[in-house]
């Protein structure tokens, strides 16, 4: 077998997120979202790990990761659980939000996100921002590109959306299980 990491930090990144050397992996650059350098029906399997909530277009990622895998390959999908993190006070992502973003590259849900997180998660961390001061915090923190979670799910949201992603038939979700705080899904390319 022949497993890659694939991240969008090179090694020095990787090594100042996780706070030192010891077991950085070695990677190769990749994107989340269009998995572009990889070739379609090329993997047996990917692992995606508390990733698809960061992404713009969780949807297009998706469709995106499934052109990479072989007929038969698995996805293994595992999305935190949004009522056992700090997002537990954060509506959830509706489907539609999600076809939008499928359509625009998540151009028009971005502001939203982003204000969700300044109202509902930044206040469990820190004082809450004034009302007033809402629009500029979400605003900077669009500038910086701060990473957020910006979209949220429990198990059973997740799982309608992948009812709808998956209806053409090009995949199954072959298997879901909760685990702690987060849910596990086994996508399998049919």
Do not use: T
């Given at each position: 077998t022949h497993c890659f990491y694939g991240d969008e930090r090179d090694h020095e990144q990787l090594v100042e997120y996780f706070g030192g050397e010891q077991g950085i992996p070695?990677?190769?650059?990749?994107d989340a979202q269009t998995l572009s350098e990889v070739e379609d029906d090329r993997l047996d399997f990917v692992i995606s790990a508390h990733v698809i909530e960061h992404l713009h277009d969780p949807i297009g990622s998706i469709k995106n990761t499934l052109k990479k895998i072989k007929t038969g390959g698995n996805f293994i999908l595992v999305v935190p659980d949004r009522h056992f993190t700090f997002d537990k006070a954060r509506p959830p992502t509706s489907?539609?939000?999600?076809?939008?973003?499928?359509?625009?590259?998540?151009?028009?849900?971005t502001y939203q996100s982003y204000f969700e997180h300044v109202k509902y998660v930044h206040p469990l961390f820190d004082?809450?921002?004034?009302e007033d001061?809402?629009?500029?915090?979400v605003r900077m923190l669009m500038n910086a590109r701060h990473d957020i979670h910006m979209h949220c799910?429990?198990?059973a949201e997740f799982a309608e959306l992948l009812r709808n992603v998956l209806i053409n038939g090009q995949a199954s979700v072959a298997g879901h299980t909760f685990i702690r705080n987060e849910?596990?899904?086994?996508?399998?390319?049919c």
């Open positions: 070695d990677s190769v650059f990749l489907l539609e939000h999600l076809l939008q973003d499928e359509k625009d590259g998540g151009a028009s849900s004082a809450p921002i004034p001061q809402i629009d500029s915090h799910w429990n198990g849910n596990k899904f086994v996508i399998r390319k």
